[in-house]
């Protein structure tokens, strides 16, 4: 998990930090993302169970004001 979450910060980073056309046209002035991180478990053991973990932790992150790395924990 802990290098995952690295991973997703460097990368939500280097997203915050990348000019894009019509950038400025974004709520915050800039292109922002959210991630959701999952890892294998005892309940989350399938392919499609942790993308669906993964899904839940990005719509967390997301309500909690996006541009941010939440992982999920079950």
Known sequence: MEEAG???DRIRNRV??????H???QPLG???IS?????FS???N???TIVAAADRALYQA???????TVFYRD
């Open 46 to 48: 399938t392919a499609e």
């Open 6 to 8: 690295a991973i997703a």
């Open 35 to 39: 991630i959701g991180v999952s890892t």
């Open 23 to 25: 950038g400025k046209s």
């Open 62 to 68: 997301k309500s909690e004001g996006k541009d941010r």
């Open 42 to 44: 005892a309940i989350v």
């Open 30 to 32: 800039r292109v922002t």
């Open 16 to 21: 915050a930090t990348t000019h894009f056309p």
